[in-house]
């Protein structure tokens, strides 16, 4: 079992920046890739952002590469997600997510572990 939570949402202006943290505990972390998806109303979850194991590859959706960029530190059990030039089409909400494999979080909304889940709303 991986517990997962997210945090640092928030509302912000456009053109702002927000980091999103996701804390893990449970299971060994650095054995999982790890991702960012989202949520926005009416929409079907999507990927944004997802990182393997070691860090040392990262994938991005289009919508948001070159804003976004995610990280971790296993040391500290987190996932970091940094988000800058934000417009309206960023509001959803943000979940991280655990999985063995990085192509089922880049791929499919069915990773194994979930957080609950984090509001970024993105005024003008």
């Known amino acids: 079992q991986v517990r997962l939570a997210e945090s640092g949402g928030g509302l912000v202006q456009v053109g702002g920046s927000l980091r999103l943290s996701c804390a893990a505990s449970?299971?060994?972390?650095?054995?999982?890739?790890m991702g960012w998806l989202r949520q926005a109303p009416g929409k079907e979850r999507e990927f944004i952002a997802a990182?393997?194991?070691?860090?040392?590859?990262?994938y991005y959706a289009d919508s948001v590469k070159g804003r976004f960029t995610i990280s971790r530190d296993n040391a500290k059990n987190m996932v970091y997600l940094q988000m800058n030039s934000l417009g309206p089409e960023d509001t959803a909400v943000y979940y991280c997510?655990?999985?063995?494999?990085?192509?089922?979080?880049?791929?499919?909304?069915?990773?194994?572990?979930w957080g609950q889940g984090t509001q970024v709303t993105v005024s003008s």
């Open positions: 997510a655990a999985d063995l494999s990085t192509v089922v979080i880049v791929t499919t909304t069915r990773a194994h572990f």
């Open positions: 449970g299971r060994t972390f650095s054995n999982y890739s």
């Open positions: 990182i393997s194991w070691n860090g040392h590859d990262t």
